[in-house]
Structure formats: C-alpha cells, structure tokens
C-alpha cells in the first residue's frame, strides 16, 4: 500500500472556469446570473442555528479501537449572518474566520436554509460551498463545468506519477483522461457517487464509486470492515484511516486485466521484479482517483 501512496502527490484541486469573484474579506460581488444547482457531497453531518448567528456543526469520527470501529459525534461551533438576500458570512469553525458566500435561498424555508456558493470560488469549475436543510448540513462541491474530468488538474500529475510518465504526456479532454493507450471515460454522477470506464488494448472495465461518509455509522462500520479484510490478507500494516477507506468500490471483474495489461507494458505501480499488478494496487488506484473526485489531498 505505501509503495503505490508514495507516488501520490499530496496537492488539492486545480480548477478553472468562468464567472465573478471577490476575495474572502466579507466583499460581496455581484451574484452571477446562474449559479450551479449539481453538486459531489465532500462532508454531511446536521447543523442547529441560533437567532443569534451562533451555528453547531455536527460531524462524524470513524477511528479504530481495540480492534473495533470507534463511531461517535464531534460538534464544532461558528456563525453564519445574513448579508443581504445574496450574501451571507459563514464561520465554519475550521480556524478560517468568516468567509464570504454567496447565498440561494430554499423555497419555503426561512434563513439559513439554502445553497451557500464561497465567493472566492465563483470562477472555479468546482465551487465550495455548503447545503443547509435544517437540520442537515453538508460540505460539497458544486459542479460549474461541463467537462466534468477536464476540470480535475492534480488527476493529471497522479496520473503521471503513476505511470512514471511525464505530465505531458497524460492527455486530458473534456469527459476522459488518457495515457499510453490507457483511457479513464467519465460516465455519469450522483452526489455520492461517480461512475466510468477504464479502457485498454481493446479491453474495457466499468468501476462504480460509492463515497462513504463519517457521519453516516453504517459507513464508518462499512470502511472499518475493507480494512480489516485488507490487514487480514496481508495487504496492509498501517493502521486504520477512514480517508484511505471511504470508498465502497464495485469494479467489473475486467479491471484487473485492464491495469494489469497496462502495467505489462508500462511497469505501472511496480513492485519488484513482479510482472503482475495485485489487486490491491488495483483498488488503491481507483481510490486515489476517488480522492480526487471529492476534493481531497
């Protein structure tokens, strides 16, 4: 596991698209005329809003304890003010201070239920934000692009690392990223889930992702259990971490040949003098594009 993570570059999103921003200082900026209702959920968890502007946010823990997984509730506090009817200032209590958002508000639900746009992010292809439906509470990342793969610019270098390629030779189009022949197609998304296909040498695989979520106990249990599988068959040593097993992945049994025909001729993930990828490394590929998909380092 540590020998494919290594090559795994530790960097955030790169996006790029079109509309107006402000910075994070509390400026407002003129609210675009469409903002983005499809959105991925990064975080869920529930939320309670005082008059007063003081908000609870609630998440999830999924850690591990004597061998068993260890769920619980972790509340964070912080503010959310209205601005005026397109602006708002939110404390997520994440050591940021106030950030300016912009603000859609919910048909028939008072003040704060809606849809919260960062400012800043407006003319990224993937705008943070957050949803609040009282009492729900989720972090996401609002699809403002077309070209939904084209968008993800680290996929490129993870890519790259991978395949011990250079950058430039990772060709990304709109709907699919491709090198040496292997192509990763975009097929379809929910807001917990993204699908698409992995093609090589004539040979195609679909995959499946299921984002799993701390909030969710189910999901924690769920994670803890992958894990527990993957340290049983000598997969891994480390220790349990929910980021590296927050994806319930459901891959056609073709995949395995599609990497491992791919690694053949390009030595991908190498482990030695081996000529075969495992399935390990099959699955912590797919989780590392997961990663990307969802915001994460």
């Known amino acids: 596991m540590k020998k494919l993570l290594a090559l795994l570059p530790a960097a955030t999103l790169a996006l790029s698209a079109c ?24 975080q869920m968890g529930e939320f309670d809003y005082d008059s007063d502007g003081t908000m609870i946010i609630t998440k ?5 304890y004597q061998n068993k997984p260890s ?50 992010a407006l003319d990224n292809a993937l705008i943070e934000g957050v949803i609040l439906e009282d009492p729900y509470y989720s972090d996401v990342y609002y699809i403002n692009t077309q070209c939904f793969f084209q968008n993800f610019g680290e996929m490129q270098e993870t890519m790259a690392e991978i395949a011990k390629v250079p950058k430039s030779s990772v060709t990304m189009e709109c709907d699919k990223v491709s090198i040496q022949g292997l192509e990763m197609k975009y097929v379809s998304h929910e807001k917990d889930a993204i699908k698409y296909t992995l093609s ?15 909030f969710d106990e189910d999901d924690c249990t769920k994670a803890f259990k992958n894990y527990q599988k993957e340290f049983e068959n000598g997969e891994t040593d480390d220790a349990f971490d929910f980021e590296l097993h927050d994806q319930d992945i459901h891959a056609s049994e073709e995949c395995t040949d599609v990497l491992t025909e791919f690694h053949e001729v390009t030595g991908l993930a190498k482990s030695g003098e081996s000529s075969t ?13 997961g990663n990307r998909l969802r915001g994460r380092k």
């Open 200 to 214: 090589y040498a004539g040979k195609t695989c679909n995959v499946d992702h299921k984002f799993l979520y701390t």
């Open 277 to 289: 990828i495992s399935e390990k490394q099959v699955k912590d590929i797919l989780r590392a594009v």
């Open 19 to 42: 509309s107006s921003s402000s910075s994070d200082d509390g400026a407002s900026a003129q609210t675009p005329v469409s903002l983005p209702t499809d959105y991925i959920v990064a």
């Open 60 to 64: 999830g823990s999924c850690e591990a």
């Open 71 to 120: 769920w619980k509730l972790v509340e964070t506090r912080g503010s959310i003010a209205k601005v005026d009817d397109d602006n708002a200032k939110i404390d997520l209590g994440d050591g940021y201070g106030k950030q300016a958002y912009n603000f859609k508000a919910m048909a028939g639900e008072k003040f704060p239920s809606g849809s919260f746009y960062k400012t800043s």
